[in-house]
């Protein structure tokens, strides 16, 4: 019995360590998600045309990403986001109202080899 207790304590605690380490990795990936497309932006000097912005999560994809209404693209809401967690950049421009893709955005952009300077 006493064996049983131990290994199933183990066994809880090896379980607490994996979701805190999953967790921990998954808020860090966000934070240089975050970091490389605020960069971005700051670099090729759009940050201050961002009429709102909203950080989302994609569950999907599983990273973190960033929603922008610019303000001289009206109707238009960009999704951009990161290729990698280090590397790589993608705007993509949508419809606000309908949600299809608008292929010849202002700001779209697709550079896998975007890095921070």
């Known amino acids: 019995m006493k064996t ?6 183990l066994l809880v605690i ?3 360590l994996a979701i805190a380490f999953f967790l921990g990795l998954r808020t ?5 998600n ?7 932006l700051k670099e090729e ?3 201050d045309k961002v009429k709102s912005e909203k950080t989302l999560y994609s569950a999907k994809k599983g990273l973190y990403y960033k929603q922008i209404k610019f ?4 109707g238009v809401v960009y999704d951009v986001q990161p290729v990698s967690t280090y590397k ?3 705007v993509q421009g949508f419809d606000s109202e309908t949600k ?6 202002k700001h779209n952009k697709f550079d896998e080899k975007y890095k921070m300077k």
């Open 45 to 47: 000097h759009l940050t």
């Open 14 to 16: 090896s379980l607490i």
């Open 4 to 9: 049983f207790l131990k290994v199933f304590g």
């Open 88 to 90: 790589g950049i993608v």
């Open 71 to 74: 303000k001289d693209d009206k």
């Open 34 to 40: 975050l970091e490389l497309v605020d960069h971005y």
């Open 100 to 105: 299809k893709e608008v292929r010849d955005a």
């Open 28 to 32: 860090y990936q966000g934070h240089k």
